[in-house]
């Protein structure tokens, strides 16, 4: 045996919160366009536009929460160019992503309308870039009010006398870049006024998320606990896994064993950035009511070739399969402050679930790395200890976490090692003894596309003999498993 998990399951901890594993879909490329949103008059199948094949994709993995409209284009959002009739729309030019006309038949009855066909809780991201005080606050009334005003009345003649009752807002995004290239103390100052006029309806209490920090900025962090902690019940991080400079990032599908270990590496300071953002957090919030969220996270690669780079399409190999393993990992062992995270993005743009191509949709190995995950939702996180070799980048060889729910444990642990296959034992103290498994796993390289579709795909998994220590389980290289045990 080369490595020990080993899972505490008689003492559930913290709720790993269901939000963890939500998404986030941009204007931007052919995320919402194209990826997400057809048109009624399409001819690839839609439900009032949105595509068939992709929301059954996506209703599967029982996605959450989905964050809308940006990203850098949430700040040069005006939402009341996306309602009403859609011939009649404002366009513009989306100076952030490709320079395309941005025609707004995807709107906000339109969002609301994906997620109701997900099954998700919509996160709407709000302008205070290029946005006032007011638009923001009549969004919100707009979406959310139940009484007679003038705005709510916009929105029945709209198709929708019930108010949608969103709850997660927030307000701007990468103000620090993007969304307006603000100092903490300007940003601080400004989140205080918006979120005072972004107002309570009926039975609905928003959920207020400020824009947080990039990376490991944690002076942005301090500045906004201090100046405005006491207003806010989140603090939104973004962290990308990037493998080189940003001016050569590198391919999705073409990299070497050096480039792939750097990838995991720089994927897993992710824990290192969240531990030093709580820190500060806990000197002013000592009682944990703010929570944080990484509302963007994921891989990003150069576009591929021939691609509008602009619009940040890329494959996604099996090393992103064990990106996002790592990361889901590190975010479930830190439930007890991490409400949310949400993977950029959801189709066609950076570490996508689904990837589409006129009426063809192919789904990604990180989409298969969701599904394995999907038990912990909501599920009670156990304290697991890992014990494995390294590899040459110091990371463990083995990530692992584990949950139970409705007396169901589930072990999710991953094979970083491109070439090796480990073999675990997993000893699980009190959990059930029927145990079932699934395996995602391959070269490192190996992706599904349009011609393949199917060559990278979750596999019943049974390679485990039971010993006196526990489930000894042969695992190959480069794969992440799941097993479950139950009475
Ligand atoms: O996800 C792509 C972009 O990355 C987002 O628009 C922005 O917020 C971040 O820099």
Not at 387 to 416: I, M, P
Request: charged share 25%.
């Amino acid at each position: 045996m080369n490595a020990v998990i080993h899972v505490d399951a008689k003492h559930p901890g913290a709720a790993i919160n269901k939000n963890i594993y939500g998404q986030f879909s941009e204007h931007l490329g052919r995320c919402i366009y194209g990826g997400l949103f057809v048109g009624k008059d399409s001819p690839i199948p839609n439900v009032n536009g949105m595509r068939t094949d992709v929301v059954d994709a996506l209703r599967k993995l029982q996605v959450p929460v989905l964050r809308w409209p940006g990203g850098c284009f949430a700040d040069e959002y005006h939402w009341r160019d996306g309602i009403g009739p859609q011939e009649g729309r404002r366009r513009m030019v989306n100076t952030n992503w490709g320079g395309v006309v941005e025609d707004n038949s995807f709107g906000t009855h339109e969002f609301i309308e994906l997620c109701r066909q997900i099954g998700c809780e919509p996160y709407i991201n709000g302008n205070v870039g290029s946005g006032t005080v007011r638009e923001m606050a009549e969004w919100v009334e707009y979406v959310n009010s139940d009484g007679d005003s003038t705005i709510a009345r916009e929105r029945w003649a709209n198709g929708s006398k019930e108010p949608f009752n969103v709850k997660y807002w927030c307000v701007g995004n990468e103000s620090w870049g993007c969304g307006g290239n603000m100092r903490p103390e300007n940003y601080a100052d400004l989140y205080r006024q918006y979120q005072t006029y972004c107002r309570n309806y009926g039975k609905n209490r928003l959920f207020r998320i400020a824009c947080g920090p990039n990376g490991d900025d944690t002076e942005w962090t301090e500045v906004l606990m201090k100046r405005a902690g006491k207003m806010l019940d989140a603090i939104s991080l973004h962290y990308y896994t990037v493998p080189g400079p940003w001016e050569n990032k590198g391919s999705a599908t073409k990299f070497d064993s050096d480039k792939y270990e750097l990838t995991l590496q720089k994927a897993d300071n992710i824990e290192a950035v969240l531990e030093a953002h709580l820190a500060v957090m806990d000197r002013y919030d000592p009682e944990h009511h703010v929570g944080l969220i990484v509302d963007e996270w994921g891989t990003w690669y150069d576009v591929e070739p021939g691609t509008n780079p602009g619009f940040l399409y890329q494959q996604n190999t099996m090393r992103d399969a064990m990106v996002a393993a790592l990361s889901l990992n590190i975010f479930n062992r830190h439930a007890d402050r991490v409400v949310m995270a949400n993977i950029a993005q959801m189709v066609n743009v950076l570490q996508a679930m689904v990837l589409t191509d006129g009426d063809r949709m192919i789904l990604t190995p990180t989409y298969h790395v969701f599904d394995l995950y999907r038990p912990h939702q909501n599920a009670q996180l156990l304290e697991t200890a890992v014990f494995a070799d390294r590899l040459g980048n110091g990371l463990k060889q083995v990530t692992a976490s584990a949950s139970v729910k409705d007396g169901v444990v589930t072990v999710t642990f991953a094979n970083l090692d491109p070439e090796k296959p480990v073999e675990v034992l997993v000893d699980v103290d009190g959990a059930g003894a029927k145990i079932s498994g699934s395996i995602l796993a391959g070269d490192p390289h190996d992706y599904n596309d349009f011609d393949a579709p199917e060559k990278v795909a979750v596999k019943p998994f049974t390679d485990w003999k039971q010993t006196e220590k526990g489930l000894l389980v042969s695992l190959p290289a480069c794969a992440v498993a799941a097993l479950s045990f139950r009475d």
